[in-house]
């Protein structure tokens, strides 16, 4: 079964405006989320995490929002520029394995 | 500092051949993991090594097997490959036993004909 679900195949937005990066998971033993960014030809690049005891934590532009009561997490890029254009991957660390959701593509236009 | 390193970086085999990926993690990092991406499935989990010991096994069939050896170096081998192992492996490596961070390779690309 897919513990960890990204539903947005691909997601497009203006330079400068706002990308938010959905993430939905099942398994309440999660205890630690994070977000890679992926460019082609490359391996992913760990971007931001947060701890199931927090519900929020910001670096720079990169927010990421926690509600364990939903099971959901969400990546906010404020302001979206065009080199953020990537594959982004959610992922959710349960014992010593990260399960990773199937990845959103992020487009943004100039 | 180096970053994680694989090779070969493309590879094509035929079918019922054997493969073996080679992953050097970042200095210092003793746990390894590697993936399987496939278009529309992210990223597979197959198995991580830690301290030249497998810790944790993904759904994968036996013909994926792995091993780690003293100096953290990994290798991971498919046997008898199948058309649908076409896929990016990627390899990871993080400092120690709870995986906060994950430092990705470039991975190889697998091409089975």
């Known amino acids: 079964d897919q513990q960890v679900k990204q539903n947005s195949p691909s997601l497009s937005v203006q330079e400068g405006r706002i990308s938010i990066l959905n993430c939905d998971y099942t398994?309440?033993?999660?205890?630690?989320f994070l977000w890679y960014k992926k460019y082609p030809a490359e391996g992913p690049t760990f971007l931001i995490s947060?701890?199931?005891?927090?519900d929020k934590n910001e670096d720079g532009r990169f927010t990421v929002f926690l509600n364990k009561s939903a099971k959901h997490l969400s990546l906010h890029i404020v302001p979206s520029q065009p080199g953020d254009s990537a594959v982004y991957f959610c992922?959710?660390?349960?014992?010593?394995?990260?399960?990773f959701g199937e990845g959103t593509q992020l487009t943004v236009n100039p | 500092k180096a970053g994680v390193t694989q090779t070969p970086r493309y590879l094509i085999k035929t079918r019922g051949q054997q493969v073996t990926l080679s992953c050097s993690p970042i200095?210092?990092?003793?746990?390894v993991s590697w993936y399987q991406q496939t278009p529309g499935q992210g990223l597979q989990f197959l198995f991580e090594y830690f301290s030249e010991t497998q810790r944790n096994k993904g759904n994968f069939p036996g013909r994926f097997s792995g091993r780690q050896f003293s100096n953290s170096r990994s290798e991971m081998n498919v046997s008898t490959l199948e058309l649908g192992d076409s896929a990016l492996y990627l390899c990871?490596?993080?400092?120690?036993?709870?995986?906060?961070?994950?430092?990705f390779g470039p991975g190889t690309r697998l091409t089975v004909t």
């Open positions: 990871a490596s993080s400092l120690g036993q709870l995986l906060y961070e994950q430092y």
């Open positions: 947060i701890s199931s005891i927090k």
């Open positions: 200095s210092g990092h003793r746990s």
């Open positions: 398994n309440s033993m999660f205890d630690y």
């Open positions: 992922a959710a660390r349960g014992g010593s394995r990260l399960t």
